[in-house]
């Protein structure tokens, strides 16, 4: 799909859901409610579904004071297809994704946006292309609070800077795509997400593909938004299988993935670490041993599956 650039709004906001979660999308729209009039703004909503709603009965929209535009996609295509399909219907030169499962503090807009609206540097090469945010998971039940340390999404209760590193400068290589802001002519230059990316890690192939072509991200505390912890063991089992996948998929985009290996190694120190003294610590170290084992189990179930698929 050809990139085109858009010149009659500043920023389009892509909320991708599966399900319209009613509770959840006003709690989202109310925590972004003071700070849309600040900028030319539209919001997408995503919605996936094979039945679309002919009528979409909203009762957030009266509070959201900007454009919002209901957009159905078909379902189950992949996270990396839902994010291509918001850049394809998107107006705006800067896209920001939020999570539907989300909420945002009260400067979090102008905390993504400003650094891309207000970097005046000439050169491309030096310029700020990418903002990201990482995410604050507010206190659950022990064990989401354990799983919250382990420093995923966004950096979990351990922070960003703990599990990507940063420089002094605030730069980094990984852009958590749940929360972030991209110039749209980033999309021009290294592509889209990759749809092949079915089971996850989308953004730590698309931050890989942005290292390679020299793109600045910039990470920006205060543009934290807030997400729930996984509060069960089944959606934690779920979601590092996925994980699992997802590694095999990587690696067979990126071939050398030591380097990763090696970042995964520093911020599991950096988890034990933070987390040494206090009374989570042996359930932390106890979820960090399995989410390595799950892993494992879903990275081999991946690969067999598409060997499998193969022999066919």
Known sequence: ???????????????????????????????????????????????ESNTPLEKPDFPEVPIVQTLLRYINIPEKQGIPFNRNKGIEFAQGNIIIFIDDDCWVQEKWLP?????????????TDKKIMAV?????IPSSNFFGDCVSALGFPGGGSLGFAKVWKVSPEG?????????????REVFQKVGLFDESMKSGAEDTEFSYRLEQAGIFIKYVPD???????????????????????????????????QPFVKLRFWS??????????????????????????????????????????RSK
Not at 290 to 299: D, F, P
């Open 1 to 47: 799909m050809k990139i085109k650039m858009k010149n009659n709004l500043n920023i389009s906001i892509i909320i991708i859901c599966d399900q319209l979660r009613r509770e959840k999308l006003l709690r989202l729209f109310l925590s972004l409610q003071s700070q849309l009039s600040l900028y030319d703004t539209e919001i997408l909503l995503l919605h």
């Open 171 to 183: 730069m980094t290589t990984h852009l958590s795509v749940g929360n972030c802001a991209i110039r």
């Open 111 to 123: 905390a993504l946006v400003d650094p891309l609206l207000n970097d005046k540097t000439d050169k």
């Open 132 to 136: 990201t945010g990482g995410t604050v």
């Open 223 to 257: 543009s934290f938004a807030y997400h729930e912890a996984r509060t069960s063991w089944n959606s934690f089992i779920h979601w590092q299988l996925r994980r699992g996948k997802a590694n095999y998929q990587f690696k067979k985009k990126v071939g050398n993935i």
């Open 268 to 309: 599991a120190k950096n988890i034990l670490r933070e987390n040494a003294f206090n009374r989570k610590f042996p359930l932390v170290f106890g979820l960090l041993g399995a989410s390595v084992v799950l892993q494992q189990m879903g990275y081999f179930q991946e690969k067999w599956t598409e060997r499998t698929n």
